[in-house]
């Protein structure tokens, strides 16, 4: 680095020392001047008092007169804290790059977020206390979402009450689920995921399916049905997931002991796509068997006529080219959850909601990244290091294969199987 290029970061970090240091004692003196305030208001208001009709002093003024309690009547109790951080550091200093760190993106997304919540998030302020801003509230939910950081520690740092952060968390979450999911969360355009499919090797595929443990602190009821293969306690995310790895639809609250294959067959996915009312009415014709639009599984799902999933036992040429085309296409669904992962770290610790209220945050989350990534938000390279180092402690639990099936769906996959050979043989 250059010398000049060091002697400006060092010049720019002693600048925002000095202002925090500023601010600080800007604050601290305000305090002393509203209690001296209040101080010589209650002094003044106790001159003329007749004193003599009582039958003595009060408990209160003898411990006022020997400096045990401050005599400033309050007309609530509140902990006074500091705001300055946020209020004047955050929304006024901070760059892009330190708004995309900290809140996973840049300030204009921030905001436009803000916007969309704010029918369900205004609030109005009290006699006790002046309601927190909109903009807050979204800056502490995203912040406690995006790091493993305690409760206590988020408060810490927006200068607000331990509690007040976990209001927060529920209220934005809420609003997110009520006022976005089915906005953010949705098919799209069903061709243009087919052609990105297709680009990638695989025909009239409308999307990639798979399911992944988010861990959770075992609840008090039924705990025993949270704890999956790798013996911990969890929910499953069940998701369906685009060409761009950006959610078209998802399942989330079931125990982590239930089979992938039993999420998704009690899903509502699960049943439009076997009325075939899920995707638009679009077959093409493979060998000499019609196929109608597909989405793409593991092992752990069945093979049906709308779901392709991988060959398994001994394999041919033929078979290993087909299980490549399909599991290079499936991939987008296991790198969208690693980057809601990364992206959202609370998700790679143990949950200590209440098992009604993780879904709502699990889904939150899901809607996050999808507004990250339609809006093009950079995904930093360090999130995934520690995404995997926080990951290592819970592993996700291998899936039993199933090998139930149809003729129609057996059919299906060996003219996909010959027609990925010839195209092979062809180039």
């Not at 919540?117 to 800056?139: E, F, G, H, N, Y």
Request: net charge positive; with cysteine; proline share 4%.
């Amino acid at each position: 680095m250059e010398p000049s290029a060091i002697i400006a970061d060092v010049l720019s970090v002693a600048n925002t020392s000095r202002l925090i240091a500023h601010l600080f004692q800007t604050q601290m003196q305000r305090n002393r001047e509203r209690r001296q305030r209040k101080l010589r208001e209650y002094l003044n208001s106790e001159r003329g008092m007749d004193l003599s009709q009582s039958a003595g002093p009060r408990p209160l003024d003898i411990m006022v007169a020997m400096g045990h309690v401050d005599p400033v009547e309050r007309r609530f109790w509140a902990r006074e804290t500091s705001t300055d951080w946020w209020d004047r550091i955050v929304l006024q200093v901070w760059d892009e790059s330190q708004w995309l760190r900290n809140f996973r993106m840049r300030k204009g997304t921030f905001l436009e977020l803000c916007d969309l919540l704010s029918p369900a998030l205004k609030r109005q302020d009290t006699r006790m206390r002046a309601a927190l801003t909109i903009q807050k509230r979204v800056a502490i939910a995203l912040w406690k979402l995006a790091t493993p950081d305690s409760y206590r520690s988020v408060a810490n740092q927006f200068g607000v009450g331990k509690s007040t952060v976990g209001v927060a968390v529920m209220q934005v979450a809420r609003a997110i689920v009520d006022l976005l999911l089915h906005k953010v969360v949705t098919l799209g355009d069903v061709q243009a995921i087919i052609d990105g499919f297709a680009a990638m090797g695989f025909p009239n595929c409308g999307g990639a399916i798979d399911g992944t443990h988010i861990p959770i602190l075992g609840p008090e009821h039924q705990g025993s049905q949270y704890i999956n293969r790798k013996g911990y306690f969890s929910m499953v995310l069940q998701a369906l997931v685009d060409h761009k790895g950006r959610f078209t639809n998802i399942n989330v609250g079931w125990p982590g002991k239930v089979h992938d294959a039993r999420v998704f067959k009690n899903s509502g996915l699960f049943r439009r796509l076997q009325q075939g009312v899920y995707f638009p009415d679009h077959k093409i014709t493979v060998g000499d068997v019609e196929m109608p639009t597909v989405i793409l599984g593991d092992p752990a799902y069945p093979l049906m006529p709308w779901l392709m999933k991988p060959y398994t036992g001994a394999l041919d040429t033929e078979k290993e080219l087909f299980n490549y085309r399909l599991s290079k296409c499936r991939m987008v669904v296991e790198c969208a959850f690693g980057r809601l992962k990364a992206r959202w770290r609370s998700l790679l610790t143990r949950s200590d909601l209440s098992p009604k209220n993780i879904p709502i945050v699990i889904a939150a989350c899901c809607v996050l990244h999808n507004l990250c990534e339609i809006k093009g938000e950079t995904f930093m390279l360090g999130w995934e290091v520690e995404a995997n180092r926080l990951a290592a402690d819970y592993a996700q639990p291998d899936t039993r294969a199933i090998r139930r099936s149809q003729r129609e769906a057996l059919r299906i996959r060996e003219a996909l199987k010959d027609r990925f050979q010839t195209e092979q043989g062809n180039q």
